[in-house]
């Protein structure tokens, strides 16, 4: 079964430095997300990505970050200057349509700012 | 703006009982769609299940159950006979139809942890 894959799994970095993190989507899905996961607390958005633009951000996905699909198959995040508060689990997801689908997740990349 | 709640924060219940995991969104939209999403302790978000706001059915898959309710803006999961492994949290999420190209942008709730014991 085709599966959202996110690497790397565990990520430790050092605060102000920059950070990728990277994700191979669903090979014919077409909207592309981001979402993080304080510990303990819920699921959020950061952004979307369709037809190799930006759909939709939050307020929370500030000139800090940008995303990227550098080729065909990978979809990446950037930090550029990590801080502390962004320690997190991030997820990326994908979907074949928009709205009215679900978006599929990948496991995870745990990033701790240190 | 739309908003998702759910209010239990952690179930505990012993193997075999029925349990309900509740669900009640806001949402100034007339189309609307509704997940639930399962988080077991090894992190990943695994998807259970999507519902359209037009379609008001009531969903069985196997031992899952949901109950959509537009009157009251509910979405309930129940899970009949529980097992160990249903252990998890449980996100209950929404989104609006919004602007044509737009992605499926979640909105989660707080999430309900589930705890099932022998």
């Known amino acids: 079964e085709p599966e959202v894959t996110q690497t790397p799994s565990h990520q430790v970095t050092q605060m102000g430095q920059e950070v990728i993190l990277r994700c191979v989507p669903i090979?014919?899905?077409?909207?592309f997300y981001w979402y993080r996961q304080i510990l303990g607390q819920k699921v959020e958005f950061l952004v979307s990505f369709y037809n190799n633009e930006i759909s939709e951000k939050s307020e929370i996905f500030d000139d800090q970050f940008s995303v990227e699909r550098p080729d065909g198959s990978n979809f990446t995040l950037k930090i550029r200057s990590t801080k502390l508060e962004d320690s997190a689990m991030y997820f990326c997801a994908s979907s074949s349509r928009g709205r009215d689908t679900e978006a599929f997740f990948g496991q995870g990349t745990r990033l701790t700012v240190v | 703006a739309q908003k998702v709640t759910q209010a239990q924060t952690e179930i505990s219940v012993v193997e075999k009982e029925d349990v309900t995991l509740d669900c009640v969104y806001e949402?100034?939209?007339?189309?609307?769609?509704l997940f639930w999403y399962k988080q077991p302790p090894s992190g990943e978000l695994v998807f259970l299940i999507r519902?359209?706001?037009?379609?008001?059915q009531n969903e069985i898959s196997g031992r899952y159950s949901w109950n959509f309710q537009k009157s009251t803006s509910s979405f309930n999961f129940t899970i009949t006979a529980s097992q160990v492994v249903d252990s998890a949290v449980y996100f209950c999420?929404?989104?609006?139809?919004?602007?044509?190209?737009?992605?499926?942008?979640?909105?989660f709730g707080t999430g309900t942890q589930l705890k099932v014991e022998l």
């Open positions: 519902r359209n706001s037009f379609d008001e």
């Open positions: 999420a929404l989104s609006e139809a919004g602007l044509t190209g737009g992605g499926n942008k979640l909105t």
């Open positions: 949402t100034r939209d007339t189309t609307y769609y």
């Open positions: 090979s014919n899905h077409l909207y």
